[in-house]
């Protein structure tokens, strides 16, 4: 599992590559904790490259979308493909928070 | 006599274990004639469960995980062993939204139940575990259904 960040217009972009699972939640929540403490309130993660979800990374997504929306912040979900879908629909993820095609979508219209 | 066609895995109760069942699962359900989609879905149902075993069987020390997996006529068997703390109320910890930790979403047996076709849970305070799956072929259930 690896995840890059990137700043683009105000918002931090990270991009997850990999399992997210009991093995690598702490790893993956610990790095965008750190964007967070760092003054991030626009964080869009892009999941186009995760092979594989369950509820411990579900756990982070909606950890990070509660930290953020406490302070006023946003969280969006880019490139949710057909591998991911079933998790995140059945988890009701999908209806808090909003999932765009692309980072450039997000980046440049919200 | 034809042997019985099956998979036994024990390790140990670290977070690695959880790719391992599904590392697992998916060559075993693919080896038998799974769809993409459904060998997906055991991969979700079988990492629930090790999780659990992982992070509620064994909250404070290692143990000792056991995977067993069976075909069975038109799908399979997936029983996730562990031998930790136990859990003293079933029916609730199967509710969604269980967990008390705001990082988990107490999403694990819903995950378990919906992708899969039946689950049974055991479980005894201080004994263990033992999460049982049937998972069966969509084509199977399509053909049994004509």
């Given amino acids: ?110 | 006599m034809v042997a019985e066609n099956y998979l036994r895995m024990e390790m140990t109760s670290n977070p690695d274990a959880v790719g391992m069942g599904r590392l697992a699962v998916a060559h075993f359900a693919g080896s038998l004639g799974f769809s993409m989609a459904e060998i997906e879905e055991l991969k979700v149902a079988v990492s629930e469960a090790v999780t659990n075993a992982v992070v509620h069987g064994y909250p404070e020390a290692i143990g000792i995980i056991r995977i067993n997996l069976t075909e069975l006529e038109g799908g399979l068997s997936v029983e996730v062993v562990d031998e930790g703390v136990g859990i003293a109320d079933i029916r609730r910890a199967r509710e969604p939204n269980y967990s008390q930790d705001p990082e988990r979403m107490g999403l694990g047996f819903v995950f378990m139940e919906s992708f899969t076709d039946q689950l049974q849970v055991q479980s005894e305070p201080a004994r263990g575990t033992r999460v049982l799956m049937v998972k069966m072929r969509e084509e199977q259930e399509k053909e049994e259904a004509q």
Avoid: K, W
């Fill in chain 1, 1 to 110: 599992m690896s995840v890059s960040v990137q700043r683009r217009r105000g918002a931090v972009v990270a991009r997850i590559v990999g399992d997210m699972d009991l093995s690598t939640a702490d790893e993956i929540r610990t790095l965008l904790d750190r964007e967070i403490d760092l003054g991030c309130r626009h964080l869009v993660l892009n999941l186009g490259r995760v092979s594989f979800i369950d509820s411990s990374g579900l756990g982070v997504i909606l950890g990070r979308y509660r930290r953020l929306a406490a302070m006023g912040g946003r969280l969006v979900l880019v490139g949710v493909g057909d591998r991911l879908l079933p998790v995140l629909d059945l988890s009701g993820v999908l209806n808090l928070l909003p999932v765009r095609q692309s980072e450039s979508e997000v980046v440049r219209g919200g």
